[in-house]
């Protein structure tokens, strides 16, 4: 009770952005930056051979890097495997606009 009201208890909440659980562990935030990653690259995917590099840049960094910086305070809490995780969803994200010039080229020359 506080204040005479009724206090919902709750095993995780949102709060700008960040999610915490009943334990304090950031399992739940890092679900929701995994996700949020994969769908990212899902876009670039499906973008990939219809914009130019440097748009599919500007893409990678609304969709994925602003992930991985928004609330980067908490990466110090994830375990190694985790970052690792994180780190290989970049990677695979940042490869696919590397290539995708190449293939833009391609259709053009071609």
């Not at 910086?69 to 995780?85: H, N, P, Q, T």
Request: charged share 25%; aromatic share 10%.
């Amino acid at each position: 009770m506080l204040n005479s009201e009724s206090i919902k208890r709750v095993t995780q909440i949102k709060s700008l952005g960040l999610i915490v659980d009943e334990n304090l562990s950031w399992e739940g935030k890092f679900k929701l930056t995994f996700d949020k990653i994969y769908s990212g690259i899902w876009a670039l995917k499906r973008l990939k051979n219809l914009l130019p590099q440097s748009q599919l840049c500007m893409v990678y960094y609304a969709l994925v890097e602003s992930q991985l910086r928004y609330g980067d305070v908490v990466w110090g809490s994830f375990s190694k495997k985790k970052l690792a995780i994180l780190q290989r969803l970049k990677t695979r994200a940042l490869m696919i606009v590397k290539n995708a010039n190449i293939k833009i080229l391609g259709h053009i020359l071609g």
